[in-house]
């Protein structure tokens, strides 16, 4: 009995110093304050500019919204505003899209000097309605739209940061001379559906840009080609213009031309080395009224020559040599609404190995009668090395309709990255 006396003691012991040991620890201990070295993350998407620190909540406009997991945004956009509201320092991205503002002052701005990204478009802003130098002082500006207003005039002057600027559907007829000047950086320039006619580009506003990537003059005034565009430039749109004929060597000083878009001009003639480019991908030169095709430089892979005045299509112009060892790319070519009687000759897929699709479609063979050839849309079967390639580019194999390629005619969209 005694034994059992004292391990009865000893058990009661180890129980006492079992319960007092956890009785003693605090399980919240370590979750009430936060790891000395553990610091809030503030997003700033340019590590080169330093933004100011500010606690949360931040201060935000009273008209706008202010995301907590985007502290550097104000969203004011679709709020029916007439004018700017007062801006935090802080902001980077303001968005602004959508309202009825007329007017662009300094005031708002004041105690900003972080912003890297305005966007203005879809509103009814008028050149002489914005403060001369207002979009100047931000040093850290990289885009700025300003896309469907009423400007008559190019915005000047402006930040030498900025990168890219859109200013698509506006009413702009003029480019000062020095409009232009001190953009060092920009890559990419949107002045698609204005007013802009040949003589405000005698002055080659164009040529000083020395990274301009993508130039965007569809749905304007021209007749002529734009003179002395920089050889940085990778994309051209010049949809909807009244161009008639391009100079012989134009494209010689724009070897890094990817996409070159010019359908609805009045383009009849083109001479047959003019678009000799190493990497052209993208061809559009439908609706226009040539008679006779040319060159296919062997980079080409989609070419567009729809709703012209072709009776045949001659594969030895545009492809004058077979080479093994450099074989042509062109995989895709829409030929409707010309005036053919035939399919195109059986040499161009000995030429062009990879064409997948040729879209004949309705031809205007007759006048004021459009007919169809035997095979509407030639497809050729994709070997299973194509098909799987296909299959990884989420392509479609569907049978193409005239709805297929309404959104081919649009401009590069202005977000193209």
């Not at 500019?49 to 679709?78: K, N, T, W």
């Not at 890219?164 to 702009?172: A, D, E, V």
């Not at 990537?213 to 002529?224: A, S, V, Y």
């Not at 005045?309 to 077979?322: A, G, K, Q, R, Y």
Request: hydrophobic share 35%; charged share 20%; net charge negative.
């Amino acid at each position: 009995m005694a034994i059992l006396s004292q391990l009865s003691i000893i058990h009661l012991l180890w129980a006492a110093m079992v319960f007092c040991q956890y009785e003693d620890y605090d399980f919240e201990d370590e979750y009430d304050q936060e790891p000395d070295h553990q610091r809030p993350y503030y997003f700033n998407p340019n590590p080169q500019a330093e933004a100011p620190r500010f606690p949360f909540p931040v201060e935000c406009a009273r008209e706008c919204f202010c995301p907590p997991a985007f502290p550097l945004s104000m969203y004011c956009d679709h709020r029916n505003l007439k004018t700017i509201p007062n801006i935090p320092a802080h902001v980077q991205q303001l968005y602004l899209q959508n309202n009825y503002i007329e007017a662009v002052p300094a005031g708002p701005f004041t105690n900003v000097t972080f912003l890297r990204e305005i966007n203005l478009s879809h509103n009814k802003i008028k050149s002489h309605m914005i403060d001369h130098g207002v979009f100047a002082k931000f040093s850290n500006l990289v885009q700025l739209y300003l896309q469907h207003n009423e400007l008559e005039e190019f915005p000047f002057p402006l930040p030498s940061s900025l990168e890219r600027l859109l200013l698509g559907f506006n009413k702009i007829s003029q480019l000062s001379g020095n409009a232009l000047e001190g953009l060092p950086n920009i890559t990419m320039l949107d002045l698609c559906n204005n007013f802009l006619d040949d003589s405000v580009l005698k002055g080659k506003p164009f040529s000083n840009l020395k990274n301009l990537m993508q130039l965007n003059l569809c749905n304007n005034k021209l007749q002529t080609m734009p003179p002395d565009l920089p050889s940085s430039l990778m994309y051209l749109s010049l949809e909807n213009n009244s161009i008639s004929y391009i100079p012989e060597n134009y494209f010689h000083r724009l070897p890094k031309i990817i996409a070159l878009r010019m359908s609805h001009n009045n383009l009849q003639n083109i001479p047959r080395n003019t678009f000799n480019l190493p990497n052209l991908l993208e061809l559009n030169l439908g609706h226009n009224k040539l008679k006779q095709v040319f060159y296919i430089p062997r980079s080409l892979q989609h070419l567009y020559i729809e709703d012209n005045d072709l009776e045949i299509i001659n594969v030895t112009l545009m492809c004058p040599s077979f080479d093994p060892l450099n074989i042509n790319q062109l995989t895709y070519i829409r030929v409707d609404q010309n005036k053919l009687t035939n399919p195109i000759s059986t040499y161009a897929f000995f030429c062009f190995p990879h064409i997948r699709t040729i879209y004949y479609g309705e031809q205007n063979a007759s006048v004021n009668k459009s007919t169809q050839l035997r095979i509407p849309v030639f497809r050729r079967f994709l070997t299973p090395e194509e098909f799987d390639e296909a299959e990884d580019d989420h392509e479609t194999l569907d049978r193409e309709t005239e709805e297929d390629h309404e959104g081919e005619d649009n401009y590069f969209h202005p977000y193209f990255q």
